[in-house]
């Protein structure tokens, strides 16, 4: 089988169980801006820091693939042949971030994406999870999307957040905190 088969070059794309969309659908933009997601998980894996965090990591990517395998598939699809996403995908998520945050110092001020690759990486895996909620949020508004896909992503971006954390902590570099300038008072 080739990877390439043609049928996009006219600028659809079909989904599992073969209706053909726009690639520029919200739908193509919900689990393209997930793959996106997914692929900096990859690359969060692949940093030494997050050695001992390597199988959770892939953890999520396969739940990120459940989700793109969701959002890829009619209706009918989702309820036949894919794969579960489920509650206690949430949970983990969940009980990993109270784990970094018993072991973290308290948050006292907004947190600037940065002070070492690493930490960075996850920002912006982050922030390429809220965008892909927001995405799936958009098709949810116009199309059946199941609930916990938007609560798993919501999630998600938060333990990003408390992993860029656990990240700087674990590699001994100082936090880059918001100061906001004030204009003075006239």
Known sequence: MKIYTKTGDRGTTSLIGGTRLSKAHVRIDAYGT????????????DQSVNEHRRDLLKEIQDRLFTIGSHLASESDQVKRVL????????????????VIDSQIPPLRAFVLPGGHPSVSFGHIARTVCRRAERAVIHLQQGEEVEDIVVRYLNRLSDYLFMLCRAMTYELEIEEVTWKPRVAPKK
């Open 34 to 45: 997930v793959d996106e997601l997914n692929s900096y998980i990859g690359m969060l894996r």
């Open 83 to 98: 794969p579960d996403l489920l509650d206690t995908d949430v949970t983990l998520l969940e009980t990993e971030m109270d």
